[in-house]
């Protein structure tokens, strides 16, 4: 019996992988341009970030003085704020685990139906170009308790109305399902184009093995592209993390602080209380958060590519 690291159509994986191109050396004056435009348009903001954490600062009057590590304190104390990045990473992880699996499934029946996904495709891909602040009035207005579209249709047929935004765990749930409706055609459109990619020697050689259609995805196709699912995967973590524009126009935080993510706790206090230093601070551990997260993902990805080199 073939043991499964020689099954012959995961030998083909390997051996069809794409080769990593050679390194070439750059003079090191070509560079020049790019290292003065990261200086500029990233170095002195995050240089200015740092200032302003260590300092006393507000809309009006940044830097006014040296407080320390004041500002991280003030921020790690705060439970709005250590509620918050709690939220986020939920939030994160759910709408990434949720759109992961849809946008595979639709990248999938799109590529067995069709080579070219042509109008049906570019039906699938509306809500990933429509402006966030756009979807989050749209699915407000349809949500809404009194005059709302889905309540409407309720109506109509007899059952009673919801409110699925008045209630914490129903809001939270809600905007997960918002940010699936954008998101998932992005996972599906980078999905579907790395399949693509997947040479058809890889399908006849399982064929040949006696593998069915979903044995030759869950064994072939999904391992060819695995990585780039883990980066599609970190793309939406990050996305997922960086959440604003839906919780401000559909819950503002509420109800209550159940939808408070830590992009809405840190605009809210540094532009509705005014401390500049404390968001700074708190903008800097959101971003070691994130880091985390995904270094996670980001290092199970090198090891398998480690691995299938």
Not at 145 to 172: C, M, R
């Amino acid at each position: 019996m073939t043991s499964p690291a020689g099954h012959p159509a995961k030998r083909a994986v390997r051996r069809l992988r794409p080769a990593s191109a050679p390194s070439t050396r750059v003079p090191p004056i070509l560079a020049v341009p790019s290292v003065l435009f990261l200086v500029i348009f990233a170095g002195y903001p995050l240089v200015y970030l740092l200032g302003l954490t260590f300092s006393s600062s507000t809309l009006a009057q940044p830097l006014q003085r040296w407080t320390g590590f004041d500002n991280f304190r003030t921020a790690l104390e705060s439970e709005s704020f250590t509620g918050s990045l709690w939220r986020s990473a939920l939030f994160a992880v759910a709408a990434a685990t949720v759109q992961m699996s849809l946008g595979v499934a639709l990248a999938l029946l799109l590529r067995a139906r069709a080579r070219r996904p042509g109008t049906l495709g570019a039906l699938l891909l509306l809500p990933m170009v429509t402006p966030p602040v756009m979807v989050g009035v749209a699915w407000k207005l349809l949500l809404a308790p009194v005059g709302g579209a889905l309540n409407g249709a309720l109506h109509g047929l007899g059952l009673p109305g919801v409110n699925p935004l008045g209630g914490s765990t129903s809001a939270f749930v809600t905007l997960v399902i918002i940010d699936t409706w954008q998101w998932t055609p992005f996972v599906m459109l980078l999905t579907y184009a790395a399949l693509l990619g997947v040479p058809d020697e890889l399908r006849e050689a399982a064929a040949l093995d006696g593998a069915g259609r979903w044995r030759t995805v869950r064994s072939v196709v999904l391992p060819y592209i695995e990585p780039t699912l883990l980066s599609v995967l970190t793309l939406k973590l990050v996305i997922g993390f960086k959440v604003f524009d839906i919780v401000y126009v559909v819950t503002s935080g509420g109800p209550g602080f159940s939808t408070t993510t830590s992009t809405y706790d840190i605009q809210r206090t540094a532009l509705q209380d005014f401390d500049v230093g404390s968001a700074a601070a708190a903008t800097v551990l959101f971003s070691l958060l994130i880091g985390v997260v995904t270094s996670v993902v980001t290092l199970r990805r090198t090891r398998r590519q480690e691995v299938a080199a």
